[in-house]
């Protein structure tokens, strides 16, 4: 039978982010979002001014559909724009150095546009389907900050793709058309990662052994020290104080934190009440812990009020207008069961990403090395925190928007490698006497360009909200910062590598046409 909901009691909460935090975010992402316009620019001339009003545009369409729907903006929300931008960026990278390889062949400009666009298109759609699938199976059977995350991802993939492939090619065939004279560079990079011929393959036992002694070190900390986990995870005390006059959530933020090592304030109601929560002592229950909380709490706060003494301050005075007005214990948000289905969620994305390389590559060996190299960078970004989040000045908490950082990880990570292997079945098919060792370290140099060019317009981003965002948010960016780092390596250096081994070694040397090579007698030779 239906039943009525009756709401017997409502409260509001400020935001987690302070409008300090705010301000600081939208400066440092505007500051972050001139460096990557004027970087394309430099880096391709003209052709990247009409990249950057794609990307713009690209923004725009984002946030609109964002506010169209209604949706609410989040941190994991936040890392799925980031992620987003970076794709969108990497797309117009990926055109214009197709573009660049088909003039250095010697072709006309409409033709050398018209060819890059097609070559490229293929890289483009896997690295974005890919990335779109993972978003879908995240949407349908993720929860809260899983969901929000997808979202976001979801609408900027799509926005992406339409800008990249439809409003850069408008504006670039416009202007082609007009007979205007585009290089897709500039004198200083004009010539910039031309010829090289890395072998990448010669160098794997090394990075084997590096990825294998982080992997050991991230194991060995995590089943030791742990994560230093959130009230998300963990559950703790809550307490709600008002003041005279107006404070400062994140300013005080900081003093608790320094004082219990983890704590966090948010605005409650009216500018002069806070609500703060730590996980302090979250499993000691007694009387003593309790006052010892009150007590330091008290001592960190005493210098926003006028003489207030300790016992005013815990008072169960109803009549009182300052102090501690309400204290009780939190569980945890994030409970077992989201825990549950985030974890399912990402498990199921993984299968789908191997089924799709599965079917568009026709080698499992792919599909082994691209997951394989998401969870050598996950276990990596686990370790480090893991590892430092004792020594650093900012908040390492592992929260609900950790979880979307993670995320943002594997999505990087199979962006950039899908990239690569994409390349490798190009050079594969149209090299068909070329042993395997040199497709696959000429597909590694050829691409290298795009890599570095993605990784550092996305890192710039990232370290601009680092340095110039709030404190609540720098855990989080650093996080990403990891991952991105970790991504770009494990792409060139743990996914190819294995792919390359796991063909050498398998059955599918004979599905190659012979064309492996045995690398270590090449090498002698």
Do not use: C
Not at 15 to 36: C, H, N, R, T, Y
Not at 298 to 316: A, K, M, R, T, V
Not at 489 to 502: R, W
């Amino acid at each position: 039978l239906p039943a009525s909901a009756d709401i017997i009691q409502g409260e509001v909460v400020g935001p987690s982010l302070g409008q300090e935090a705010i301000d600081s975010g939208k400066m440092s992402f505007l500051i972050a979002l001139g460096v990557v316009l004027v970087w394309m620019f430099l880096y391709y001339g003209k052709a990247g001014l009409f990249a950057d009003i794609a990307m713009l545009f690209n923004i725009i369409l984002i946030f609109g559909v964002l506010s169209g729907l209604g949706a609410v903006l989040t941190l994991p929300g936040i890392a799925g724009i980031v992620l987003t931008i970076g794709m969108s960026v990497d797309a117009n990278v990926l055109i214009f150095e197709r573009i660049r390889e088909e003039l250095a062949k010697g072709k006309g400009m409409k033709e050398s546009i018209a060819d890059g666009f097609s070559n490229a298109l293929s890289s483009i759609l896997d690295a974005n389907i890919t990335t779109g699938l993972t978003a879908l199976i995240l949407f349908i059977f993720g929860t809260g900050p899983i969901k929000g995350f997808a979202t976001t991802l979801l609408i900027g993939i799509g926005t992406s793709l339409f800008t990249a492939i439809f409003i850069t090619r408008l504006l670039v065939d416009w202007y082609a058309e007009r007979g205007g004279t585009l290089d897709f560079s500039t004198a200083i990079t004009k010539n910039l990662f031309r010829n090289i011929n890395i072998n990448f393959l010669k160098k794997r036992k090394a990075a084997y052994i590096i990825s294998g002694v982080l992997i050991l070190l991230s194991l060995g900390s995590l089943f030791t020290n742990g994560l230093d986990q959130g009230v998300d995870f963990v559950g703790g005390r809550t307490y709600q104080v008002r003041f005279n006059q107006d404070v400062s959530a994140n300013e005080i933020s900081e003093s608790l934190t320094s004082a219990f090592g983890s704590a966090e304030a948010k605005t409650f109601g009216s500018a002069n009440q806070l609500k703060i929560t730590t996980k302090y002592k979250v499993n000691e229950t007694d009387n003593a812990v309790d006052e010892e909380i009150r007590t330091t709490l008290y001592n960190e706060l005493q210098p926003y009020f006028d003489g207030l003494s300790y016992e005013e301050f815990i008072s169960d005075d109803e009549t009182k207008t300052i102090g501690l007005m309400k204290y009780y214990k939190v569980s945890p948000t994030i409970a077992d069961d989201i825990k549950q289905a985030s974890f399912w969620a990402i498990l199921g994305s993984l299968i789908v990403v191997f089924l799709y390389i599965l079917f568009r590559f026709k080698r499992w060996q792919f599909s082994l090395g691209a997951v394989a190299a998401v969870f050598h960078d996950v276990l990596i970004v686990l370790g480090v925190f893991s590892l430092t989040y004792k020594y650093m000045p900012f908040s390492m908490e592992i929260d609900q928007a950790f979880i979307a950082a993670i995320l943002t990880v594997i999505g990087y990570s199979l962006n950039d490698t899908v990239v690569v292997f994409d390349r490798i079945r190009e050079f594969f098919n149209e090299h068909s006497t070329w042993p395997f060792n040199k497709v696959i370290n000429s597909s590694l140099s050829s691409t290298l360009s795009r890599t570095l060019n993605t990784s550092l317009t996305t890192l710039v981003v990232l370290l601009s909200i680092f340095v110039f965002g709030g404190d609540s948010i720098r855990g989080f960016m650093f996080a990403l910062i990891v991952g991105v780092i970790v991504g770009t390596y494990s792409s060139m250096f743990i996914a190819t590598p294995l792919m390359y081994d796991s063909v050498k070694k398998g059955d599918a040397k004979e599905a190659l046409k012979n064309k492996v090579k045995d690398v270590e007698e090449e090498e002698k030779a």
